[in-house]
């Protein structure tokens, strides 16, 4: 159990172009969606945390305009990185918490390398 | 803010010793759990094991257990009889309890590889 999905799982598009990335949790229902962001050979950065419903709450320093976060159902939230350009290129993770969860533990899906060109 | 650090980019150690990899930090909060996530080279994160600071007992989980002092805010991960499958990325993370939505603050990793 505990299975979260993202699609794709590689992307490249052109500069100035939009892409969409999907996060989904398969076997439970998550109130609770995070993405993260992650450049080659580095840590993991929190960009945003999005909630069933609601908008999303961006860290700070991160484009809420450029990274659209839609989180329309309890299994699904969506990252769209709008006007892309070549720095955009990174490792996009997204996890899920199940509200039952009682160590708040996130499950993470398996990323996606989002290439600009 | 949350800080972690980890301050071992880099470790090597053969097949069968153990090793621990260091980690502190840095948070306000009264409530968090703190956890150790592998990454390895597919880049899918695996949760290691995880500790509830209001737990004084140390986590273990088979070969993989944590030395957790509060009061120093230290958070070493020890895998004992190491394998050559525990070669990866190791991130420890913090994540505070408070309203229940925040998100984690990972550190910037150690790369362990584990020597045949």
């Known amino acids: 159990g505990a299975v979260v999905s993202q699609h794709p799982s590689r992307v490249i598009c052109k500069s100035g172009t939009s892409v969409k990335i999907e996060c989904r949790s398969l076997?439970?229902?998550?109130?609770?969606m995070f993405w993260y962001r992650q450049f080659p050979k580095k840590s993991l950065m929190l960009m945003a945390t999005?909630?069933?419903?609601?908008?999303?709450?961006?860290e700070q320093g991160v484009e809420k305009d450029k990274f659209l976060i839609n989180h329309a159902s309890l299994t699904l939230s969506t990252l769209t990185v709008t006007s892309a350009h070549p720095e955009d290129s990174s490792f996009y993770i997204c996890?899920?918490?199940?509200?039952?969860?009682?160590?708040?533990?996130?499950?993470f899906g398996p990323g996606t390398r989002l290439t600009v060109t | 803010a949350q800080t972690v650090t980890q301050s071992q980019p880099e470790m090597s150690v053969q097949e069968a010793e153990t090793v621990t990899l260091s980690c502190t930090y840095d948070?306000?909060?009264?409530?968090?759990?703190l956890f150790w996530y592998k990454q390895p080279p597919s880049r899918q994160m695996i949760l290691v094991i995880r500790?509830?600071?209001?737990?004084?007992q140390n986590a273990t989980e088979n070969r993989f257990s944590v030395n957790f002092q509060k009061a120093a805010k230290s958070f070493s991960l020890k895998i004992s009889d190491s394998q050559l499958g525990d070669t990866a990325m190791y991130f420890c993370?913090?994540?505070?309890?408070?309203?229940?939505?925040?998100?984690?603050?990972f550190g910037k990793g150690t790369h362990l590889i584990i020597q045949p």
């Open positions: 996890s899920a918490r199940a509200p039952t969860s009682p160590s708040y533990e996130q499950y």
């Open positions: 076997d439970f229902q998550a109130t609770t």
């Open positions: 999005s909630n069933e419903g609601s908008k999303a709450t961006y």
């Open positions: 948070t306000s909060e009264n409530n968090y759990y």
């Open positions: 500790q509830e600071a209001y737990k004084q």
């Open positions: 993370a913090d994540q505070a309890k408070g309203g229940g939505a925040d998100g984690l603050t």
